[in-house]
């Protein structure tokens, strides 16, 4: 399926909005279009979720017992299969997914209904184990339903997304008319408002405050006059909402704003202020009444330890068990063709800095564990001929997996480097021994966005360290995942090792 664009594309993209037509001008081409209202939509992705659900319900049900050649009646998994879509859409529901800037994004809506999926059908299968009721059903023609029925959901966002996407650049929503009062020069630049009018808000028109309105110690005359037809607009035009793209620190600017504007029964808001945006995009947390950003979270608490630990140790298992073949074919490979020890061995530095020792298919001919250490390059004399195959592939890294099950390392988490490297790079980068708040991983943020491999340059590094510190603060086991499965596209379609 063909990914839908991204937001920031649809921003870029955004129609310019028209002033609304006056009672004499002619309708234009874009005012004459049935405009979608965002309400309707959403409520017809629920609606079509449900009857997916059914549909999925009967017709993977007749499907399982045409193929086996066993006579049963399909109603009664159409039944469960409206129990099924209720409860999910209730909980889509309650978790505020069905709101246009969500479906918008196919990442999160495939996250969300797959986590809702499992949940949801692992609840009412105790539900029905307690009621003695499983017993009716074909566990065959129910696991049938389960997957197809999930199947459809995700294609059907992954439609959804890509239409809505679509339908946001070309301005097909139904227009949301309001007034913008910026300061000069703001409103051209301001993120935030453009991503409103993709959403179909329409300025009917913008005031300008003018630095020197800004800098007075009182609200001027001209300010006041603006103000004055802002209320007048507000009131002939049937604006719905006035946004303000001012300066967090012109308290008294934006107070004498909303004094102005509090005759009018509309609501007043106030957009990020362009040096505080980037922190308010942190994880919020409260102390009673007081909001703070976390802008560093502290390690990892006893129950994420024992959620991210048990992960990695199962998938890690079931990895070994999978690849050991494979592993037993690589290691034959090196043997013939080049002297030395199948493995490599190499000190790294974990988590809190702990130094341990990693594992690594031998693709050298020598072995490297000092003060200094050349990373590998394109075309590196020092290669073997399969070991240049197995860097490629990655293969190479495959023993890592009995790194995790010791507990040095994790399935996901920011890359270590030799401790020559690592010692370097904490005096050369800011903030880059907070990676070492999480265990190193096989795989990490910074290398599914395309910081894998050599590094070059010392701005190549500080890119890498930033993705990593970003993975730190805002982990979590849908995240992990989310990595796991990009890593296995990113290594088969852009092999950047040497």
């Not at 139904?174 to 913008?180: D, P, S």
């Amino acid at each position: 399926m063909s990914k839908a664009p991204r937001l920031s594309q649809a921003v870029s993209e955004a129609p310019q909005v028209l002033p609304a037509p006056g009672p004499g001008d002619a309708a234009s081409p874009r005012t004459q279009r049935r405009l979608l209202s965002p309400e309707l939509v959403e409520a017809g992705v629920a609606a079509i979720d449900v009857l997916l659900i059914v549909a999925a319900g009967l017709l993977f049900s007749s499907a399982y017992y045409s193929i086996t050649g066993s006579a049963s009646n399909a109603m009664p998994y159409g039944g469960m299969g409206l129990i099924v879509a209720a409860n999910f859409v209730a909980i889509m529901v309650a978790r505020r997914n069905y709101r246009l800037k969500d479906l918008v994004l196919f990442s999160r809506q495939a996250r969300e209904v797959i986590f809702i999926w499992f949940g949801l059908c692992g609840l009412l299968a105790v539900v029905a184990f307690t009621m003695k009721i499983s017993s009716e059903f074909s566990r065959g023609a129910v696991m049938l339903f389960l997957a197809g029925s999930l199947g459809a959901l995700l294609g059907w966002r992954q439609i959804v997304a890509n239409y809505i996407a679509q339908s946001l650049q070309n301005g097909l929503f139904a227009q949301k008319r309001i007034i913008v009062i910026a300061e000069e020069g703001q409103s051209s630049s301001c993120h935030a408002l453009l991503e409103l009018l993709c959403y179909g808000y329409a300025p009917v028109r913008t005031f300008e405050i003018s630095k020197g309105e800004l800098t007075s110690p009182g609200v001027t005359a001209s300010l006041r006059y603006k103000l004055a037809d802002v209320l007048q607009l507000a009131r002939s035009e049937q604006i719905q909402d006035v946004y303000l793209v001012i300066g967090w620190h012109n308290e008294r600017t934006i107070d004498g704003v909303l004094t102005a504007l509090s005759a009018l029964p509309i609501s007043v808001h106030l957009l990020p202020d362009q040096r505080a945006a980037r922190f308010l995009s942190y994880r919020n947390t409260y102390v009673g009444n007081a909001w703070t950003a976390l802008l560093q979270r502290a390690p990892l608490t006893r129950s994420e330890l024992a959620a991210k630990r048990s992960f990695d140790v199962v998938l890690a298992s079931i990895g070994i068990i999978i690849v050991l073949p494979l592993l037993l074919i690589a290691a034959l490979l090196l043997k013939l063709d080049s002297r030395g020890p199948i493995l490599f061995r190499q000190r790294r530095n974990g988590f809190n800095g702990k130094t341990f020792e990693i594992l690594k298919l031998r693709t050298m001919h020598v072995e490297e564990d000092g003060s200094n250490i050349k990373q590998a390059t394109k075309n590196d004399p020092r290669v073997t001929r399969a070991g240049r195959w197995l860097r490629k592939s990655s293969i190479d890294e495959l023993p890592q997996l009995f790194n995790v099950i010791r507990g040095d390392m994790s399935l996901v988490g920011p890359r270590p480097h030799a401790v020559s490297h690592n010692s370097e790079y904490e005096q050369r980068i800011a903030n880059y021994a907070f990676r070492h708040h999480v265990k190193p991983g096989l795989s990490g943020w910074a290398q599914v966005n395309g910081y894998r491999g050599e590094t070059r340059h010392i701005d190549q590094m500080k890119h890498r360290v930033q993705h990593d510190l970003w993975y730190v603060n805002n982990w979590s086991p849908w995240l992990d995942l989310k990595i796991l499965l990009r890593t296995i596209i990113v290594t088969l379609r852009e092999p950047n090792a040497y």
